[in-house]
């Protein structure tokens, strides 16, 4: 079975500053999906950045970017110019085309705090 | 559009107590999942519908929970009795297309059981 893991219980960052959130994941197939998801403190989760395993460019979406090591089975978030509003929950999570279900498998979680 | 809507926002209920979760979708989301997070864990699965039908509810961890879809429509998901480790905050989620483009979420119900 895959699971996902998230080292980091806490991060945080100075304001305007870039901090990577990690995340690693073990599997034995060779094509899946990956998805950083983003809970504020008003509990609504919100899909950050997408990534398909099979594309060998990294997922960018305006201050977010992954690092995305199909080998080493990583997923990391970067997050440039970190802002106030991006304090909050950050849950990496994947999904396996072949199995016959549509979950997602997501980790614990890295809560990042942002200081002005 | 409207988002996923969920309440209670908060529910604190006794040991041996029934609740009753209720989320609506997305207007024409056809698919709804619901997820549970017990604190400091991770996000798992419970089930997910496919319009009205079930089409997998293997993370239910066990016959007093109850999930329904009454015409496709929205969703309640319904614990009797609850139990001291059912407290948690219970995610549902909806998507027209599947889980391959990810979900949009609600904002989750907190169970206290006490």
């Known amino acids: 079975a895959q699971t996902v893991t998230q080292s980091q219980p806490e991060m945080s960052v100075q304001e305007a500053e870039t901090v990577t959130l990690s995340c690693t994941y073990d599997?034995?197939?060779?094509?899946?999906?990956l998805f950083w998801y983003k809970q504020p403190p008003s509990r609504q989760m919100i899909l950050v950045i997408r990534?398909?395993?099979?594309?060998?460019q990294n997922a960018t979406e305006n201050r977010f970017s992954v690092n995305f090591q199909k080998a080493a089975k990583s997923f990391s978030l970067k997050i440039s110019d970190s802002q106030l509003g991006d304090a909050a929950m950050y849950f990496c999570a994947y999904r396996s085309p072949y199995e016959d279900t549509d979950k997602l498998i997501f980790g614990t979680g890295t809560r990042l705090q942002v200081f002005p | 559009e409207a988002g996923v809507t969920q309440f209670p926002s908060h529910s604190v209920i006794e040991k041996g107590q029934t609740v009753t979760l209720r989320c609506d979708p997305i207007?024409?989301?056809?698919?709804l999942y619901w997820y549970r997070r017990v604190m400091g864990k991770e996000i798992k699965f419970l089930l997910h519908?496919?319009?009205?039908?079930?089409?997998?509810e293997s993370g239910m961890p066990n016959n007093r929970f109850l999930a329904e879809r009454t015409g496709g429509t929205y969703s309640t998901l319904k614990v009797q009795p609850a139990e001291l480790e059912d407290s948690g905050v219970y995610f549902c989620a909806s998507s027209q297309d599947g889980a391959d483009y990810g979900y949009t979420f609600g904002s989750g119900t907190r169970l206290t059981v006490v």
């Open positions: 990534q398909e395993a099979y594309k060998q």
């Open positions: 519908f496919v319009k009205e039908s079930k089409q997998d």
């Open positions: 599997t034995s197939e060779s094509d899946y999906y």
């Open positions: 207007s024409g989301h056809d698919n």
